[in-house]
């Protein structure tokens, strides 16, 4: 049957996203997900919601979304641009503005989406390994390439990027279009945003899938100078006009409009990361350093595998990646303060 | 800053959807949507659903859409894809399945959507010419091709290609893949979906906009043999592993459900066009036989440009597309009874 797909089809090795069992019988810390609802405003804001509104297309430029983030963050409509979960906004910037005749650089390590989006779009590419510890070596980013792409923090790490390098990475690519996929920065890391105003190759990914608890809404947006966001907008426009359902676009705004809610959950969040953190290395766990919603850490004895299995077994699902450099550590999405206690128990029992 | 764009981003011409005022002042009859309100049970559904489950990530099959959709349209699961909106669902098929050496064939007029992805995805394409009455002319396809897209019915003259038809392209053409675009089908024309069985080059593409009265949330899907659907899982997977939010795919059920509502909201389209139809034709306006849920329609001097303005100067929106072969005409969604009356009210007055 393949004799009818297009050629680029065979070579495709999709993503594989962590285990979404419907169920919901396990302990779920493998996806980075938030064990916070959203904000209580984006209930009352479903309940309000007219259903006969859905038979009419939604504004094809989401503005009231686009507006209320331009609002958020202090910038210019012009420089908003959203989507369909951030992996579409990523997917479309891969397209609009990393392919290039030089090869785009990004980390051996890091969220596993961007080659995947590289075959997507045969974009030439090149891996830039991290350091020892897992964190960005700026010096592999000053060779010749067509455009950066970097997560901040990095995934599956957690490790951040101090703004101060990524100014310096922007400086040292003048000519290169620099994506920072912020997808985890609310977790404690520096956003790069005030480097908008200074840099015209910057571009930002942000989601609103972890921080503000709508992975199930697919909402992700990206912020630069115009001209970026006129590429994204005109691959979008080619592709899909309506990428925003009117729920998702109104909920959106409803969640944004919450910060008190929003800032709780964060704290909440990186307080039980500390916690956990703690609690894994007296187990005699190494644990990056995270400023994200998740841990990387590598078991006592690094078979990370059978550790992965066996708290499967045990009803906790966590995230292992057979690959190498990190086939010794498991990541450890931040649950509730009872999910992570649980967690605690179980690896106590399996651990001895 | 465009030096940061791809190089394809400066040769796109995005897709021009029809005006969404958001201020709902107007009567609209210009973007096929339904007059009525979705299934009740799809407010039924909203109301029931908890929204703390957007914090967590949809299941990115969308196995209990995909299984409503199999067992409504009765085929395998496996023999289902679905959508963020039919738009999408062609965008990857466009890339998965129509992308070859030989040059992809489509009609001069139908769906403008369909040159813009060839653009994004450089693809080669011939535009054979409809008949002088606008109807698709079976000659034009037997040429070498490496695959063929029609809209049937067609857009945006409205008028469908019979079943037999349909079973004659795909025979002449065994080695290419054939789309058919089936967005307005229920509205009168004969679906492709039995062939199927007979030919595994047969991609059926199916919305929930017009006939579900679900514009404003985006679902789409496609039809067909499981190889051709495993190129646009593989396409999907490589750019956006969870288009489906959780609210779409359980307000997508929630439609299917109700057939009974399905088939009188339909059937009150219908019985309106004809009685619009009629009404034009009354007026001196030549109207294309229509299968869909809108007219195309020649008003008696031929200045369709002209009346587009003066209705909408009087409040009512209709769609004007200001090209060669068409520019006479205008397409007209088919709205409520009492939208339809203040339509022709209208025309009255302006044509005298």
């Given at each position: 049957m393949?004799?009818?797909?297009?050629?680029?089809?065979?070579?495709?090795?999709?993503?594989?996203?962590?285990?979404?069992?419907?169920d919901q019988q396990y302990i779920k810390l493998n996806t980075n997900e938030n064990p916070y609802p959203p904000a209580p405003g984006v209930a009352r804001c479903l309940a309000a919601f007219d259903t006969s509104d859905l038979r009419r297309y939604p504004d094809p430029q989401s503005a009231e979304l686009v507006e209320a983030l331009a609002d958020y963050h202090q910038v210019a409509a012009e420089q908003v641009f959203v989507g369909n979960g951030s992996d579409e906004v990523l997917a479309h910037a891969f397209q609009a503005l990393l392919k290039h005749d030089r090869p785009l650089l990004f980390a051996d390590i890091t969220y596993s989406f961007y080659p995947v989006y590289c075959a997507l779009y045969?974009?030439?590419?090149?891996?830039?390994?991290?350091?020892?510890?897992?964190?960005?070596?700026l010096d592999g980013y000053r060779?010749?390439?067509?455009?950066?792409?970097?997560?901040?923090?990095?995934?599956?790490?957690?490790?951040?990027?101090?703004?101060?390098?990524?100014?310096?990475?922007?400086?040292?690519?003048?000519e290169s279009p620099v994506i920072v996929d912020e997808a985890y920065v609310d977790f404690g890391a520096e956003t790069a945003l005030?480097?908008?105003?200074?840099?015209?190759?910057?571009?930002?990914?942000?989601?609103?899938?972890?921080?503000?608890?709508l992975a199930g809404l697919r909402l992700g947006y990206a912020l630069g100078r115009p001209g970026l966001i006129e590429a994204l907008q005109r691959v979008k426009n080619s592709f899909n006009s309506y990428p925003i359902d009117r729920l998702a676009c109104r909920l959106g705004v409803a969640s944004l409009a919450d910060d008190d809610y929003f800032r709780d959950t964060v704290a909440h969040v990186i307080a039980t990361r500390e916690r956990l953190g703690e609690a894994l290395q007296?187990?005699?766990?190494?644990?990056?350093?995270?400023?994200?919603?998740?841990?990387?850490?590598?078991?006592?004895?690094?078979?990370?595998?059978?550790?992965?299995?066996?708290?499967?077994?045990?009803?906790i699902l966590v995230r292992y990646f057979d690959k190498p450099r990190i086939d010794d550590c498991l990541r450890i999405s931040i649950g509730s303060d009872d999910e992570c206690d649980a967690l605690l128990a179980a690896l106590k029992k399996i651990l001895g």
């Open positions: 393949s004799e009818y797909w297009s050629k680029l089809v065979h070579d495709l090795d999709p993503y594989v996203p962590g285990e979404q069992p419907q045969a974009i030439d590419y090149r891996q830039v390994p991290l350091d020892d510890e897992l964190r960005i070596d060779s010749e390439n067509g455009g950066i792409v970097i997560a901040n923090p990095n995934a599956p790490s957690g490790i951040a990027l101090g703004l101060a390098a990524i100014r310096e990475l922007l400086a040292d690519n003048p005030p480097l908008i105003a200074e840099f015209d190759n910057l571009l930002v990914v942000r989601s609103f899938s972890k921080s503000r608890s007296a187990l005699g766990f190494r644990v990056c350093p995270s400023s994200a919603n998740f841990l990387f850490a590598r078991p006592p004895d690094g078979d990370a595998g059978r550790l992965y299995r066996e708290l499967r077994s045990a009803g």
